[in-house]
């Protein structure tokens, strides 16, 4: 069936550094795209969204990333933070539809 | 405080035994989704319920799973005669309608089932 993917499992960056994480799916019809992050034992936290008429969203510290052509979203985190340590989530829906999810990408910040 | 509540937390259970879950949304939203999440993995859609209306299941709520949301506000998810494999955090969202075509899913914090 279709799926989101993410392009690397596990990402390791410096406190102060910019982090990007990468997501692609295949289908084509999704119009609504977010990211989550889910600490050890917690629920997915909302982090940021975008439709599909957009490009670029940017929120606090984070940019979202959409190319429609080559099906790919990316998140962007700005100057990293130990606190930002955590497993992220893309997801992608259409209409009011389940979400569906990859299998997340564990940010680890190093001081 | 206003967000997705779950109860209980945890539950451990023996393999056919009977569990029930409850999830409180946000209040005002009208659309409330069960996930299931094993470890490693991002959550799989399970149920998902527009007001009191059950309104599509996935192929991974088998005969055992049961979901009811009957008057439109809170939701429990039941597992008949558990097995280990039901082992998993169950996850619970809400969303509301602010008109959008697509409204953000709010997630609770989840119950962590262990069937030993």
């Known amino acids: 069936g279709e799926s989101v993917g993410l392009h690397l499992p596990t990402l390791s960056v410096q406190e102060g550094d910019n982090s990007i994480i990468n997501c692609a799916y295949s289908?084509?019809?999704?119009?609504?795209f977010i990211w989550y992050k889910q600490e050890s034992g917690k629920g997915p936290q909302f982090i940021i969204d975008i439709r599909s008429n957009m490009d670029k969203r940017q929120g606090q510290r984070v940019t979202v990333l959409l190319n429609k052509t080559v099906k790919h979203l990316s998140l962007q985190i700005a100057a990293t933070q130990p606190g930002d340590s955590a497993v992220y989530f893309c997801a992608e829906t259409r209409g009011q539809n389940a979400l569906n999810f990859g299998k997340g990408t564990s940010l680890l910040v190093t001081p | 405080d206003t967000g997705v509540s779950q109860d209980p937390r945890h539950k451990i259970t023996k393999r056919g035994q009977n569990v029930t879950f409850r999830c409180d949304p946000i209040?005002?939203?009208?659309?409330l989704y069960w996930y299931r999440q094993t470890l490693g993995q991002g959550p799989e859609f399970l149920t998902y319920?527009?007001?009191?209306?059950?309104?599509?299941k996935s192929r991974l709520l088998s005969d055992r799973f049961s979901a009811e949301r009957p008057k439109g506000s809170f939701s429990t998810l039941e597992i008949q005669r558990t097995e280990q494999g039901d082992s998993a955090m169950y996850l619970c969202?809400?969303?509301?309608?602010?008109?959008?075509?697509?409204?953000?899913?709010?997630f609770g914090p989840g119950t962590r089932l262990t069937v030993l």
């Open positions: 969202a809400s969303s509301g309608t602010s008109g959008m075509s697509t409204d953000t899913q709010y």
């Open positions: 289908n084509s019809a999704s119009d609504y």
């Open positions: 319920f527009q007001n009191e209306a059950q309104l599509e």
């Open positions: 209040s005002e939203h009208n659309r």
